[in-house]
């Protein structure tokens, strides 16, 4: 099975960096996703890291290390439209690649 | 536009009443999923199909019905055996599993009066 951990709210001020992190204990392990979702609306998908290291687009980027079970994403120069909650998922491997298990997703409050 | 539709956004039904929640799909995708949201619980994952016509049960499945008769659609009936049915479901699908990203649809939030 999966298990995934996540803080369940972060407050930042805007035009910071914030860091989001995540961790997690599984069965198999075939890459990590992180997803926002505004309120009442669909997840929208950030990034995704099977390899150890950093990804960066844009503003975001995201972390991996697999010996650890732990990734962070980092979002910089915050603006107040990224309030919004940010979910980690993992997919499984072998017969559970089909899965994608997420977190309970971070509340992330921008203030001015 | 490819996209996934989910309809209705919102629904209200009876307590004991079984109702079908609509999810299509025009990106071709092989993978379908749903999901259900409740506060502060985060995504759980009730059904999943990997190709047409299989489906596999998710976390949360007991309660739930779904038929893959055709790759464009991944109805989800929740049944009368459903306890605490009102929450937000929400419909994805994927080209596949692996690296592949899930897409979502819009959701749609049953009420059950």
């Known amino acids: 099975g999966q298990n995934i951990d996540q803080p369940t709210e972060m407050t930042a001020t805007e035009g910071a960096i914030v860091q989001i992190n995540c961790t997690y204990q599984t069965s198999g392990f075939n890459g990590l996703f992180w997803y926002q979702q505004h309120a009442g609306e669909a997840p929208t998908f950030l990034s995704y890291?099977?390899?150890?290291g950093l990804e960066e687009k844009g503003r975001f980027s995201s972390f991996l290390s697999r010996s650890k079970g732990y990734s962070y994403l980092l979002l910089k120069e915050l603006q107040m439209k990224d309030s919004a909650s940010y979910l980690c998922?993992?997919?499984?491997?072998?017969?559970?690649?089909?899965?994608?298990?997420f977190g309970k997703g971070t509340k992330l409050s921008v203030i001015p | 536009d490819g996209g996934i539709t989910q309809s209705p956004k919102y629904l209200f039904r009876k307590e004991g009443q079984n109702v079908t929640l609509s999810c299509e799909q025009n990106l071709n995708h092989d993978a379908m999923y749903w999901y259900r949201q409740d506060p502060g619980q985060g995504l759980r994952l009730i059904y999943y199909s990997q190709i047409v016509n299989d489906f596999q049960k998710g976390d949360i499945a007991e309660g739930y019905s779904v038929s893959r008769e055709k790759k464009e659609s991944f109805p989800l009936t929740v049944t009368s055996a459903q306890k605490n049915p009102t929450a937000f479901y929400l419909c994805a699908s994927s080209i596949g599993g692996g690296q592949s990203e899930a897409f979502f649809g819009q959701g749609t939030r049953l009420t059950v009066v």
């Open positions: 998922a993992v997919r499984g491997s072998g017969a559970g690649s089909y899965q994608l298990t």
């Open positions: 890291n099977v390899l150890d």
